[in-house]
Nanobody, 126 residues
Framework: QVQLVESGGGLVQAGGSLRLSCAAS????????MGWFRQAPGKEREFVAA????????DYADSAKGRFTISRDNAKNTVYLQMNSLKPEDTAVYSC???????????????????WGQGTQVTVST
């Protein structure tokens, strides 16, 4: 089992940047495929980005491509989401998630992830 704690959210103007972090407990962080999801008020949770166990494979939602970058540091048990050129439509609660099953590659379905953090609010103003 792994516990996930996100940080780095906040209020930013459109066009600005934020870097989210997700710290994981335990000593087997490299055994998890990691993902970022977001949920805006009144909307369903949606996939943002995912990264494979060793960090060699990444996947992004179309809305994130070219603006967001997911990365991980297995030595620090942390996954990051660098968000640039933020837009008001990026406003949401961002959560990281851990998938203990996928050995290679990534998954963009929330159902593939067994463990979730509590989320961090990102608000982008006009």
């Amino acid at each position: 089992q792994v516990q996930l704690v996100e940080s780095g959210g906040g209020l930013v103007q459109a066009g600005g940047s934020l870097r989210l972090s997700c710290a994981a407990s335990g000593r087997t962080f490299s055994s998890y495929t990691m993902g970022w999801f977001r949920q805006a008020p009144g909307k369903e949770r949606e996939f943002v980005a995912a990264i494979s166990r060793r960090g060699s494979i990444t996947d992004y939602a179309d809305s994130a491509k070219g603006r967001f970058t997911i990365s991980r540091d297995n030595a620090k048990n942390t996954v990051y989401l660098q968000m640039n050129s933020l837009k008001p439509e990026d406003t949401a609660v961002y959560s990281c998630a851990a998938d203990p099953v996928t050995l290679y590659g990534t998954r963009n379905r929330a159902g593939a992830y067994s463990y979730w953090g509590q989320g961090t609010q990102v608000t982008v103003s006009t």
